[in-house]
């Protein structure tokens, strides 16, 4: 069995600590949120849903890395705007074999965690369609239970690569492996870039935003605009019709309320500017109007404004 911590256990790190927990494995959980990390330790991690419905005891649960030690697999599971502390954290549990996972919505945290630790030791992950929420302290649901993407940020050896991938196989998630990276996080880029968005400003779910009309006119002016800058960037996306995969994956979730909008209803930071915010900043690099996706991003962060600090 291999030791893993997961920085950053929200809903999605709660997920793969309860199933890789489940399969045997040494499982340590870090989280910001200390009734969430006491309640962990006190009665357990309850995971509900397309997994089944489980409640497992962890190795450690709490706020900070200290007194975990080596480990075998860290993930990072954080926001994309905590991935700079949480990678600080990280440092202390990193030893000569490690693999550490970024797993974020949207652009650039793979590089922001390469600026603290060895690039060659870190792995981008990429997950969708498990549509996870925390139901309470200690307690998650997730509506699907789709694949694990993830490849090399550099230098990583395959055979670290695919040790990894076995902690996550072991413990049932399905896998594959991506030597192009960057389609990799393109092809879940342009699902998120049409539902994260329209759901944070709409308040609908997923299907909800697919039936709307008025609501799925905005998701796919987001969608276009984000693939046609993935193709003035050069990235081929190997979906077959773009708009047809983003269809077909949203509607195996139709009750998913995306994480964007999960923060938002709560009166919390969402990942806007990692998600949709990406679009028109590539966008103007590269002579793409996004004129969508920066209405968008506008709406989502003048309501954020108004958020408690």
């Given at each position: 069995?291999?030791?893993?911590a997961i ?83 990280c440092?202390s549990?990193i ?6 996972q ?20 870190i ?31 550099a ?9 990894a ?26 699902m ?19 039936a ?12 276009t ?7 003035a ?28 909008l999960l ?10 500017d ?11 690099q ?6 969508i ?17």
């Amino acid at each position: 069995m291999s030791t893993v911590a997961i920085v950053g256990c929200g809903a999605m790190g709660s997920v793969y600590a309860a199933l890789m927990a489940s399969a045997g494995h040494e499982v340590h959980a870090v989280t910001l949120w200390p009734d969430h990390a006491e309640a962990m330790r006190t009665k357990g991690l309850r995971v509900e849903g397309a997994s089944g419905d489980r409640t497992v005891q962890l190795a450690s649960a709490g706020t900070t890395t200290d007194a975990i030690g080596t480990c075998d697999l860290v993930i990072i599971a954080t926001k994309a705007f905590d991935v700079e502390a949480a990678a600080r954290s990280c440092v202390s549990l990193i030893g000569p074999e490690t693999v550490v996972q970024t797993i974020q919505n949207g652009l650039g945290s793979p590089e922001i965690a390469a600026s603290i630790l060895d690039k060659d030791k870190i792995a981008v992950g990429v997950v969708g369609g498990f549509g996870a929420s925390m139901r309470g302290p200690g307690h998650v649901h997730h509506n699907g239970l789709e694949m694990i993407r993830f490849g090399a940020l550099a230098g990583l050896p395959l055979r670290r690569l695919q040790a990894a991938a076995k902690i996550w196989e072991h413990s049932g998630f399905k896998v594959h492996l991506f030597d192009d990276v960057q389609r990799m996080v393109w092809e879940k880029l342009i699902m998120n870039v049409t539902f994260s968005g329209t759901t944070c400003v709409t308040g609908l779910t997923i299907g909800g935003v697919m039936a709307d009309p008025n609501a799925w006119q905005v998701a796919l002016g987001c969608a276009t605009e984000a693939i046609a800058v993935a193709e003035a960037i050069g990235v081929v996306l190997d979906v077959g019709d773009p708009i047809e995969h983003i269809r077909k994956l949203g509607g195996k979730i139709p009750d998913a309320r995306p994480s964007m909008l999960l923060d938002h209803s709560a009166g919390r930071r969402g990942e806007v500017d990692a998600i949709n915010g990406s679009i028109p900043r590539l966008g103007k690099q590269y002579g793409v109007p996004t004129p969508i996706n920066e209405t968008v991003v506008a709406i989502i962060k003048a309501r954020e404004a108004g958020f408690a600090a």
